[in-house]
């Protein structure tokens, strides 16, 4: 059986452990660290808030014009969104893509067909991102009266919601 370290020498071994991790961590490297100590990196969902993006997918009533006019009036960067909302790009968009993707810090979700790409068996992706919330950016339903709807008003509410606007102003 080992010695039990006195509290010095403990401090002093966390310290290492704690600079060795957080090295890993800037580099890129923590899944190798965290898989020595048996601990699965999947389960800590992760998102770089410096260099995150939103996506808004779904049927817009407004244009992107008045939607990037929304984004400008809240200081945020027009590169930080980003749109799916013609027709063909909907349908078309792998929607499987979505989960355990650390690139968004959020989903904004407006009018969407109910069957989309990548979906498997689940009915909506709506459904799927409520029932697997832990595996998904953040969902936020573009709704103007209880109706998925993106509107300039809907829009910008999200904005304010989303966590990449909180991340962003508590700096």
């Known amino acids: 059986m080992d010695r039990v370290l006195n509290y010095n020498e403990l401090e002093e071994i966390i310290q290492k452990f704690t600079e060795k991790v957080t090295l890993a961590n800037r580099t890129g490297n923590i899944s190798e660290i965290l898989a020595k100590f048996d601990i699965d990196c999947e389960q ?14 779904g049927y817009s009533e407004v244009n992107i014009f008045d939607l990037k006019r929304v984004i400008r009036k809240h200081n945020l960067d027009e590169g930080r969104f ?5 027709d063909e790009s909907i349908k078309n968009y792998p929607m499987n893509s979505l989960k355990n993707n650390y690139k968004y810090s959020d989903i904004f979700i407006g009018p969407i067909p109910h069957k ?6 689940c009915s909506s992706i709506i459904a799927e991102i409520k029932n697997h919330q832990d595996e998904y950016p ?9 109706v998925l709807k993106i509107s300039k008003s809907s829009f910008e509410r999200a904005i304010l919601n ?3 606007y909180k991340k962003l102003n508590e700096e």
Do not use: P, Q, W
């Open 116 to 121: 989309t790409t990548g979906m498997g068996d």
């Open 44 to 57: 800590y969902a992760y998102c770089e808030y410096r260099i995150a993006k939103i996506l808004v997918i």
């Open 162 to 164: 989303s966590e990449l």
């Open 138 to 146: 953040k969902l936020t339903e573009l709704r103007d009266t209880n």
């Open 82 to 86: 980003e749109f799916v909302i013609d």
